[in-house]
């Protein structure tokens, strides 16, 4: 079936270095990326998403690119902060036949300050 | 995303017994999504509505089922409850169907003792 596997599983960087999170997904007819953020005991939220028709999108420190020949999309995170300390989450979502979202299994991320 | 409400926040429940998990969408959203999420894990998809009719069903038995009602609120049921079934259940509302933007509830927070 479908799968997304997500790497790290955690990643520990200094305040103010970049962050990196790599997904690789199954399904070669997926075509949306969403990225959610989850800090503990609260909701997923969105924080940059990307659909097929774009290689890279950019919002302030947050970018992802995604490469559908190889099947996977990165999360880079520039000058990070303490905040930015969190469970992060990628996803991919198929348009056709099945409607759902595959998740992966998640990259705790620790900003030391 | 501040618009998904899910009730209740918290349950207790036993073996064997039976739960009722409410979740209203964002206003002019018409697909509402489950999510189980186990702790440490990632949210794991369930089922997906749009237009009161199933769109899409994840890897669960048929324990688990859902209906969404013609103001888009959704319900979802587990019967025979299991200790395994403990985790936290998000609902996420979308304006249609799976490749558009989800916004996640708070989530019902499920303890079976």
């Known amino acids: 079936g479908e799968n997304v596997e997500q790497h790290p599983s955690t990643l520990s960087v200094q305040e103010g270095d970049s962050a990196v999170i790599k997904c690789t997904y199954s399904?070669?007819?997926?075509?949306?990326f969403p990225w959610y953020k989850q800090e503990l005991g609260k909701r997923p939220q969105l924080i940059i998403d990307i659909r097929s028709n774009v290689g890279e999108k950019k919002d302030q420190r947050i970018a992802v690119t995604l490469n559908k020949t190889a099947k996977h999309f990165s999360l880079h995170i520039t000058e990070t902060q303490p905040e930015d300390s969190a469970v992060y989450f990628c996803?991919?979502?198929?348009?056709?036949?099945?409607?759902?979202?595959?998740f992966g299994t998640g990259t705790r991320l620790k900003v030391l300050a | 995303d501040a618009g998904v409400t899910q009730s209740p926040t918290h349950l207790i429940k036993t073996r064997g017994q039976h739960v009722t998990l409410r979740c209203s969408p964002i206003s002019g959203h018409k697909s509402v999504s489950w999510y189980q999420q186990v702790l440490g894990q990632g949210p794991q998809f369930i089922f997906q509505y749009y237009e009161k009719e199933e769109r899409g069903r994840g890897n669960f038995p048929d324990r688990f089922s859902a209906r969404q009602f013609p103001n888009y609120s959704s319900e979802l049921n587990v019967n025979a409850l299991l200790l395994g079934d403990s985790a936290l259940y998000l609902c996420?509302?979308?304006?249609?169907?799976?490749?558009?933007?989800?916004?996640f509830g708070p989530g019902t927070r499920l303890t079976v003792l």
């Open positions: 399904d070669s007819a997926s075509n949306y």
């Open positions: 996803a991919a979502s198929t348009p056709s036949g099945t409607y759902k979202y595959i």
């Open positions: 996420a509302s979308s304006l249609a169907t799976s490749t558009d933007t989800q916004y």
